[in-house]
């Protein structure tokens, strides 16, 4: 049964009695055991599918960085096959973000119009064979060019995962989703480095260097793996075929008035609520933040870890614990942000935590190899773990469906911006202490941990002057 339809006055202010008008006409009541045994069909549909999809498109993208140092002693590394720079290097890596930046809202648009199984199928394979092309490249320019199609194919994954949780989960359901997929990146990292520490004894053979075949099997997967996602990944409550009528209906009215629904349509007057929306421009500039400590250790792990004395192959293999820690922490955080209703506390002690790491390790003598160490693990996860609850909390504060689909990739594209930030602040030169690094980071980190206890206050101070029965915004 359905109720009359709303008319959107303003994408951010949805009363709770205009929900309570339309739940009355509906006359729907949510069985809490039929909804707890929903939610663990919807999980074992989408979470498991949207991990491996996310690990590979994060192995793909960052194996760039475990190539550039890969048989580095033989001769054989990408810097020195391809005869480039560290600034040329540096402008490969940037333009994968400049890509990324530039498609990923349009994405969005596109996975809504053209569904997220096909728009996300369509995507794996393409950035799989641009991983696999870049083995093939000889020059500076092909490099480039390669990298850019790569960061166009890419740039729509991870928001339009997120902008998907929104069709499936609740606020309070979404933080330790987005974490699994998230800490999917920590997962990412530790592969990409063990795998790379295999592949790089395949160096020589076939008269190929171990990079290249790193870019050639690790591609293959994302090709396939597209062909099953074609096929296999829900699209929408409304619409797939494996829920029975009544489960249907239940995924649908669980979530009306708090998320995404897939039959809504996206209006310009949401579109333009949204843009001029101050507040989330602080959700935006505080993603910043959190994306320059997750920029810079994502390409740079490898060579961060080379700089503490590791060397040629094991440079690759120990960028695997901290990686294997960073899972653990982001999943952990994020399930008691969900469990505790406190996201914007997650994510502003993980930043702190995270800030203060890099502050000990920019400060530590420079052959304090092992306390160095120690403080990378933490500082790299708690870095991770800053993501899954700030943007579950953006989500949980977007009251249109129309918003949605703007202000999640909005938010990760401004996040491209510490990205391309993160890029340059290790310098080889200044290995192994990387000073300037390590502090840039803790000055975003904890800057940005400023604006979420800000932000944080002024949605306290909004909830405690709304009227009774208005919706809350939440924290």
């Known amino acids: 049964m359905q109720g009359p339809a709303l008319e959107v006055v303003d994408a951010e202010k949805i009363s709770i009695s205009e929900l309570e008008t339309s739940t009355a006409s509906s006359e729907y009541v949510v069985d809490p055991v039929a909804e707890r045994r929903l939610i663990r069909r919807i999980d074992m549909r989408i979470i498991p599918a949207a991990m491996i999809i996310h690990l590979l498109c994060f192995i793909d993208r960052s194996n760039i960085g475990n190539a550039k140092v890969l048989n580095r002693d033989e001769g054989n590394s990408l810097v020195q096959t391809l005869h480039i720079t560290n600034q040329q290097y540096l402008v490969a890596l940037m333009i994968f973000i400049v890509a990324f930046t530039i498609i990923q809202t349009p994405s969005n648009y596109m996975l809504k119009r053209f569904r997220p199984s096909r728009w996300m199928a369509l995507m794996m394979f393409c950035w799989g064979a641009m991983t696999m092309i870049l083995a093939s490249v000889r020059n500076f320019g092909g490099l480039v060019a390669v990298r850019f199609l790569l960061g166009a194919f890419e740039s729509g994954l991870f928001p339009g995962q997120v902008y998907i949780l929104t069709f499936w989960y609740r606020p309070e359901e979404r933080a330790i989703r987005i974490a699994l997929i998230v800490a999917c990146s920590s997962l990412g990292g530790a592969f990409g480095g063990a795998i790379a520490y295999g592949i790089g004894k395949l160096n020589g053979v076939a008269g190929l260097e171990g990079w290249r075949w790193l870019f050639l099997i690790e591609g293959i997967p994302s090709c396939l793996a597209a062909i099953l996602c074609a096929l296999f990944f829900p ?215 400023v604006i979420i206890m800000l932000l944080r206050l002024f949605y306290i101070y909004k909830n405690k002057r709304m009227a009774p029965g208005e919706r809350k915004w939440r924290l």
């Open 235 to 449: 699209d929408y409550p409304e619409t797939v075929s494996w829920l029975s009528d009544e489960e249907r209906d239940l995924a649908v009215q669980r979530i009306k008035g708090v998320a995404s629904l897939g039959h809504d349509k996206i209006t310009w007057k949401e579109a333009k609520a949204t843009l001029v929306d101050w507040r989330l421009y602080a959700h935006y500039i505080a993603y910043i933040s959190n994306s320059v400590p997750f920029s810079s250790n994502s390409l740079f792990a490898p060579t961060i870890v080379a700089g503490l004395g590791y060397k040629g192959l094991d440079a690759q293999l120990f960028t695997v614990p901290p990686y294997a820690i960073g899972f653990v922490v982001t999943v952990t955080v994020a399930w008691l942000a969900d469990k505790y209703e406190k996201r914007s506390i997650a994510t502003f002690c993980s930043m702190i935590v995270a800030g203060v790491s890099f502050i000990v390790q920019g400060a530590l003598p420079a052959d304090a190899f092992k306390t160095r160490y120690v403080f990378l693990c933490i500082a790299l996860s708690f870095s991770f773990a800053c993501t899954p609850p700030s943007l579950s909390w953006l989500t949980a504060n977007l009251r249109s469906t129309g918003a949605a689909t703007l202000a999640i990739p909005v938010n990760v594209a401004f996040g491209q911006l510490g990205q391309i930030i993160g890029v340059y602040i290790y310098k080889d030169s200044e290995a192994p202490g990387f000073p300037t690094g390590h502090f840039t980071n803790a000055g975003f980190l904890l800057e940005g941990a």
